[in-house]
């Protein structure tokens, strides 16, 4: 067997979506499993769609979740990816080939004839297919087209390149993903394959990229299947190997419409930028349509490239669930060390002065606030009570279902009387507070609510981390300042 080769060729048309990142990675899995090549192209022909921006976000990306390609042009001492545009001068020369062959022809038709041909297909209530009328035009015609202006475009023709390598009009290959698939090519048409303008179109210039880069498997989405029964036809028309196919289920929304933004990000970046990590995001899209032999979800890329089996991936679509990434996600944030975890989250916490923070009390309050995380963006929202000195925003509901209460009003005078006294360390802080609790509790008060009252005018909220290790973060005098202005506001 032949080397393994496989690649990925996003179009630069929009950032890279989730669903574009899973082929990639199971491509990536493929070739590594195999000892084989993972190559990145742009395919970026069709100009009005293209962007540079979209192309960065692309290269980025990748790179970012590790699926670094195998070759393409050297740039600057690494790997560019491949792109199309820059091959034009290829494509025209195998064009000649098909005609010289008498695979293809040239077809003059304008866009208002193509579109009468198909209104009236729709009319007859029938699938359109192009009428070949260009077919057989003789060179006296095309000059006389020519002297019009007009300009052809290339159309590849079906029927003789189904005629030529096939006994019937039925066209069939095995899908590595779905098995058994076939086409009748009559219900195809003869279909463009270099447009008047010079430019190729996507199922010509795709096949002679493959063809010329070696390509031996092609791993893309099921969107993809009837393109594929055109560009098997190129490839024996030109004499090229036909790769072998395999062709992966969408990933739907938990709603199992197609994904969109209204359903959460959708594209590496945005996921990325609200605090996934990389790990967890490969990690949660290799599970979408593939199992572990094992039945361990959290695995390594590499764990996941020694068991990856492209037989074994469903060809059923795939569910997009976010709360699972979420867990997944916390899990990956778990494990990362803390000094690391401290910069990771610097990004998320520019609207705070950390330099009222030691590194100490910032590596405290990051020890302390990232059990709950699912998203590095938590942390926004999770830490604006360490900061503000004396002054700190209250819930409404917090103020006067909790603070304005005549049992909360007590507990706080205690508490501004008491830890006057009290030596302000973590240790010390823990010890006093639960003889504070004890003393209210033999009092008929449950401690729940002692807590609520001293966390509801320190934090401003009835939820959060250790209470012990915050009061120590802000120190004695900002903490019982927050205290004895909710005394002196509560309206009892």
Known sequence: MSEVRVRIAPSPSGNLHIGTARTALFNYLFAKKNNGKFILRIEDTDAERTSQAYVDNIFDSLKALGLNWDEGPDVGGEYGPYTQSERFDIYPKYVQELLDKGFAYECFCTPEELEAEKEEATKNKQAYVYSKKCENLTEEEKA?????????????????????????????????VKGKLHVDTNLIGDFVIMKSNGAPTYNYAVVIDDALMHITHVI????????????????????????????????????????????????????????????????????????????????????????????????????????????????????????????????????????????????RMVEITREPLTLLSDITNAVPYFFGGDNVEIEPEVQTGTIETELSQEVLRAFVEQGESWEWTEENLHEKLEKFRADFKEKGYKPKFTMWAIRGAVTGRLCGADMTAILAILGKEHSLNRAKKCIITANV
Do not use: C
């Open 144 to 176: 006389k087209l020519r002297a019009e202006g007009r300009k052809p475009a290339i159309r590849f023709n079906i029927a003789k390149a189904q005629k030529a390598f096939h006994d019937s009009s039925i066209l069939e290959f095995d899908d590595l």
């Open 220 to 363: 893309r989405g099921e969107d993809h299947i009837s393109n594929t029964y055109k560009q098997i036809l190129i490839f024996e028309a030109l004499g090229f190997e036909v790769p072998r196919f395999g062709h992966l289920g969408m990933i739907l929304a938990p709603d199992r419409s197609k994904l969109s933004k209204r359903h959460g990000a959708t594209a590496v970046s945005d996921f990325v930028e609200q605090g996934y990590l990389t790990e967890a995001l490969l990690n949660f899209v290799a599970l979408l349509g593939w199992a572990p032999s094992d039945g361990q979800e959290i695995k390594t890329v590499e764990e996941i490239a020694k068991d990856f089996r492209i037989g074994e991936i469903s060809s059923s679509n795939s569910i997009f669930e976010y709360d699972k990434l979420k867990w997944m996600n916390s899990h990956y944030i778990k494990q990362i060390p803390i000094e690391q975890l401290k910069e990771m989250l610097k990004k998320y916490l520019t609207d705070y002065d950390l330099t009222t923070l030691s590194d100490a009390q910032y590596t």
